[in-house]
Nanobody, 112 residues
Framework: QVQLVESGGGLVQPGGSLRLSCTAS????????MGWYRQAPGKQRELVVM?????IMYADSVKGRFTISRDNATTVTLHMNSLKPEDTAVYYC????????WGQGTQVTVSS
């Protein structure tokens, strides 16, 4: 059993930056990939970034602005720069083993 806890969301002005962290507890043996999704009001959950042995894949909408990093064995961070109002969403971390685990979500609001 793996538990994921996210932190770092909040309110930021357009053009600003935020860092979201996701920390895992429990056994992480068999980890295949880790990443972030987001869901804006009235929209489907969408992939933001996924990191696996095959490389890192970013959504076109965040390329050049967002970066994923693995800080240690149990923490991954999403660095978000040049934020836009359309980045407003609940962000979820996702770790993939034989099954998927999800964090509880953290709200990011980009507004002036």
């Amino acid at each position: 059993q793996v538990q994921l806890v996210e932190s770092g969301g909040g309110l930021v002005q357009p053009g600003g930056s935020l860092r979201l962290s996701c920390t895992a507890s429990g056994s992480i043996l068999g980890l295949n990939a880790m990443g972030w999704y987001r869901q804006a009001p009235g929209k489907q959950r969408e992939l933001v970034v996924m990191s696996s042995g095959a490389g890192i894949m970013y959504a076109d909408s965040v390329k050049g602005r967002f970066t994923i990093s693995r800080d240690n064995a149990t923490t991954v961070t999403l660095h978000m720069n040049s934020l836009k109002p359309e980045d407003t969403a609940v962000y979820y971390c996702n770790w993939r083993f034989a099954i998927d685990y999800w964090g509880q979500g953290t709200q990011v609001t980009v507004s002036s």
